[in-house]
């Protein structure tokens, strides 16, 4: 069986048909290539087998950015916690998931006696040491990211806070910046837009030392993906709200299929998105739990009963 949607809330509902019980005949796939990339395993098997064994877990911050495998975890014991309870905490073992941290976790942690369970994705920790070297070098550092993502916020901090951080080129103050600049981005944003934006500063006459630091198991998931979407009559987008990763993936397939839909939780999967025998598509962020599409799958095949 395969299935495939738009983006649900105010822009996935673009129709509203009505079907007699059992009229839809759906065929429904699970993209293959979709799930939790290698750096979310990682944290997440760190993280159930020290809950295993000892039943509770600092984590700082959400471990992943979806609230229903957080949810998951939380239940078998894993407490999570902002930085400012951080600073409180004494004598306690905390994890680091795999967005990163700054410095000034690691020196918390120390000063508080804070055994730390560090599960940041090598692909981070390798772009914070090269952001570091940069800044060392005196280079004027452009990070292309979000501002408040806490992958971004731990690259920045590798700067003293002195790289720029932006999400696109008119943010800039191009005549108050240096000819010279060094550009790295957030390991999971588009490889299409890093490099319009390469171009766009050249254009600018900037010259422009470009890093491409985005991970490749995210960025070998935009081509993936746009096969995915024109393969399939809907699809069926699942991520959290949160995710930074989710929002660029769904817009690819949003790009190439317009009746994709965006979930989150199978609950907001509408009957009315399908019509008699399409073929659906179910494919989902890096952060999106394979059992969470399972079961998307599987309320999609009940509406076929």
């Known amino acids: 069986m395969l299935v495939s949607s738009n983006y649900s809330g105010s822009e996935g509902k673009s ?141 920045r901090a590798q700067t003293g806070d002195k790289a720029i951080v932006f999400m696109d080129v008119s943010e800039l103050e191009i005549d108050k910046l240096p000819k010279n600049v060094t550009l790295y981005s957030q390991t999971t944003k588009s490889k299409a837009k890093f490099y319009h934006i390469t171009q766009q500063l050249k254009a600018a006459g900037l010259e422009v030392k470009a890093h491409d630091t985005i991970c490749r198991q995210v960025s070998n998931r935009e081509e993936e993906l746009r096969a995915f979407a024109r393969e399939h009559d809907k699809v069926v987008f699942v991520a959290g709200k949160k995710s930074s990763n989710g929002r660029m993936l769904y817009g690819i397939c949003k790009e190439i299929n317009e009746h994709t839909y965006f979930v989150s939780l199978p609950e907001e999967v509408d009957e009315s998105w399908f019509s008699k025998e399409d073929k659906v598509g179910i494919c989902g962020a890096t952060s999106t739990p394979q059992w969470l599409m399972e079961e998307i799958k599987a309320k999609l095949e009940r509406m076929c009963s």
């Open 15 to 155: 129709s509203h048909r009505s079907h007699p019980k059992g009229s839809l005949q759906l065929d429904v796939e699970i993209d293959s290539g979709s799930g939790f990339c290698f750096g979310v395993v990682y944290a997440i098997e760190m993280a159930e087998e020290y809950l295993r064994e000892h039943g509770k877990l600092y984590c700082l911050g959400d471990i992943v950015h979806n609230d229903v495998e957080v949810d998951r975890l939380r239940k078998m014991g894993l407490e999570i916690i902002s930085h400012d309870e951080l600073r409180e905490l004494k004598d306690a073992k905390v994890l680091i998931r795999a967005h990163g941290e700054p410095p000034s976790t690691y020196q918390i942690a120390m000063e508080n006696n804070i055994e730390l369970i560090d599960a940041s994705c090598p692909v981070v920790l390798k772009l914070q040491n090269r952001i570091r070297n940069s800044h060392d070098s005196d280079e004027q550092i452009l990070i292309y990211g979000m501002q408040d993502h806490a992958e971004v916020i731990a690259l």
